[in-house]
């Protein structure tokens, strides 16, 4: 018998390092010939930079990320010999990248979870891409080593795939939570060691309601009152370390930049911005790839990953719309008569699962969702909706299906779901979340994390160049948002181009005969509306900015931060007042998070009056 790779392996040959000539080398599934015009734009200009330390890649979703990932990945194996990791939100996500490397030939192996499993041979010897989770590398007990342990694992290296939806995820790897129900006794503990503070502020009616359970806001402990309970927090933690053990590690030695939280749920201690220098697999890597589907603000980039604001500043991207879904967008209150817009919206869902189509409603909380129970499935908790998300996947069940907070990592292309409802304005999935948005209400900062939610949602439902769904935005805090000139600006250059293509239909539509007609013609693939979404589509999107001004926030607030961290407090408050000298244009709520920062790291200097500078 013919040995084929016995042949191949004495062909003397140089490995390409152009992702362009690697692809073409490369074995192809069925159906697939050659790469998309934007997929061969983005890997010769990554090509040219790619010895940048920083790259952030953008991608319309389904545009063919995996695979530019993929090559550039190989790229580097082939160029420098060193190992490469490759990261994603989800397990599902590891699952289908090793399915799509090994369609194409390119030697990928997974990260295997559980304490006896060393690092694969074939990563640590670079000579496979390994695929994991953010998890599999941001924690406590991560097996590519803490800053301080011996020998971590280099990388040449570490491509961070849906960069976007990560923030969260990364910020989850280093937040300990001590939940009020599972640990009553140890949470009233915590809390009680800050109940002097807000009777000090005033605020010991509130305090003792959010303890309690009566009241659903989230509080922080004063900078001042947390840092001089650090050490007693620190021993109360210590005695149960053991439980936190993927997290714990990555704060003991630095509560006093953390932030402290107090709600119905927990208490819980989170970092200013995550502490990602712990990790030299990805810190020192020599290469860091952002992978993006197309976002308006990369400012949290430069927050979360510590990445230099100027190389974000020039992301790759291409003008091709390949992998821009198709997306009939209504918004019912722009609609030109009166009606029950839950109850017409009830009818639509099930008319469309009756006729074999997904439908699915997204809400913005739990109890939002109890509103739907009635006449469709409620999925609650990671596993449920897990399970719903399968049955829909594979066309086991039509909907309707509603997801309550799951305004990412939930892909349902195709027949899946053809009926996407949006039903209120997103909210804050973490106490994190939901104080920074107290915090920065009616805030640009806040806007932009909204904007990109939106973005997420509306996603969901089409999946990629060739797919269609209808989107439907309704409630009116929802409405209003979008209702507001000023919050267009931002969100990404084709969302706001099919907004405003279903700004202008939704007043077209005359009754709710009218709006179930609309809704079939996208179901029916209506020549019509068609021809109508590509060509408006094409007149509409242009290249989205650069916002340098929230770059240039962002890395203070970083660089500050830094600073702080090594001791630098005058360093670091400078950073801070220099920002808010020469960045007239920031609004209130954003000077107010950042004066807070140098008031925090001046407490923790010891210098009380510059504290009290920074606040007046």
């Not at 949470?187 to 009680?192: N, P, W």
């Not at 109360?236 to 053991?242: N, T, Y």
């Not at 603000?297 to 821009?324: C, K, M, N």
Request: with cysteine; glycine share 8%.
């Amino acid at each position: 018998m013919v040995d084929f790779k016995k042949l191949r392996a004495k062909k003397a040959k140089v490995k390409a390092i152009d992702p362009m000539e690697i692809f073409r080398r490369l074995p192809k599934p069925p159906g697939i010939n050659d790469l998309y015009t934007s997929q061969a734009q983005v890997l010769e200009a990554w090509f040219k930079r790619r010895t940048d330390r920083d790259v952030v890649i953008k991608l319309h979703t389904g545009g063919g990320k995996t695979l530019v990932g993929m090559l550039m990945g190989q790229s580097t194996i082939n160029e420098t010999g060193e190992p490469v990791l490759y990261l994603v939100p989800t397990v599902q996500l590891v699952n289908q990248i090793l399915k799509k490397s090994q369609e194409y030939g390119i030697s990928a192996v997974a990260y295997e979870a559980g304490g006896g499993r060393l690092l694969a041979d074939e990563f640590v010897n670079g000579s496979a891409i390994m695929v994991g989770t953010y998890k599999a590398l941001f924690n406590g007990r991560s097996k590519f080593g803490l800053r301080g342990t011996a020998s971590p694992q280099s990388a040449g290296a570490v491509i961070l795939d849906d960069a976007h939806v990560a923030f969260s995820v990364v910020r989850d790897s280093f937040t300990l939570e001590v939940s009020a129900s599972a640990k009553r006794d140890r949470f009233e503990s915590l809390c009680g060691l800050f109940r002097k503070a807000f009777k000090d502020a005033d605020r010991l009616g509130t305090f003792d309601d959010t303890v309690s359970g009566k009241e659903f806001g989230v509080l922080e402990v004063p900078f001042w009152a947390w840092h001089e309970q650090m050490d007693a927090v620190r021993e109360q933690i210590k005695s149960e370390a053991e439980e936190y053990a993927l997290i714990w590690p990555l704060l003991r030695d630095r509560l006093h930049l953390c932030h402290a939280l107090i709600s119905k749920e927990s208490f819980t201690i989170t970092p200013l911005l995550p502490f990602v220098d712990s990790f030299p697999t990805f810190y020192d890597a020599r290469r860091r790839i952002y992978m993006s589907a197309t976002i308006a603000d990369d400012s949290e980039i430069v927050r979360t990953f510590d990445a230099d604001p100027d190389l974000v500043a020039r992301s790759i991207g291409s003008r091709s719309l390949a992998g821009v879904s198709e997306r009939m967008i209504l918004i019912p209150d722009l609609m030109p008569f009166k009606f029950d817009v839950q109850a017409a919206v009830a009818k639509l869902l099930a008319w469309v699962s009756e006729h074999k189509f997904g439908s699915v409603v997204l809400v913005p909380s739990n109890k939002a969702a109890e509103v739907w129970s009635d006449i469709a499935t409620v999925a609650t908790g990671p596993n449920e909706v897990d399970g719903l998300v399968a049955q829909l996947q594979e066309r086991e069940s039509f909907g309707p299906a509603v997801f309550a907070n799951r305004y990412d990592g939930i892909d349902l292309p195709g027949d899946s779901c053809r009926l996407l409802v949006m039903y209120g304005l997103p909210r804050g999935t973490s106490d994190y979340e939901i104080f920074r948005a107290s915090a920065l209400y009616g805030g640009s900062m806040i806007t932009r994390m909204l904007a990109q939610r939106i973005e997420q949602g509306i996603g969901r439902g089409a999946r990629g160049a060739g797919d269609h769904c209808v989107v439907m935005l309704a409630g009116a805090d929802l409405a209003g948002w979008i209702a507001k000139d000023a919050n267009f600006r931002f969100l990404t250059s084709a969302t706001r181009a099919q907004l405003q293509m279903g700004s202008e239909v939704s007043k077209e539509v005359h009754d709710l005969k009218d709006l179930a007609q609309t809704v079939k013609r996208s179901l029916d693939r209506d020549q019509g509306w068609t021809e109508y979404h590509a060509e408006t589509l094409a007149e509409l999107v242009t290249d989205d900015t650069v916002d340098s001004a929230r770059l240039a926030q962002a890395e203070a607030e970083r660089k500050a931060i830094n600073l702080w961290k090594d001791g630098y407090h005058d360093k670091a408050i400078a950073k801070i007042e220099n920002l808010l000298e020469k960045s007239t244009n920031l609004d209130q709520q954003t000077r107010g998070w950042m004066r807070q920062l140098s008031a925090r790291t001046a407490d923790n200097w010891g210098n009380s009056e510059l504290v009290l500078n920074c606040v007046n």
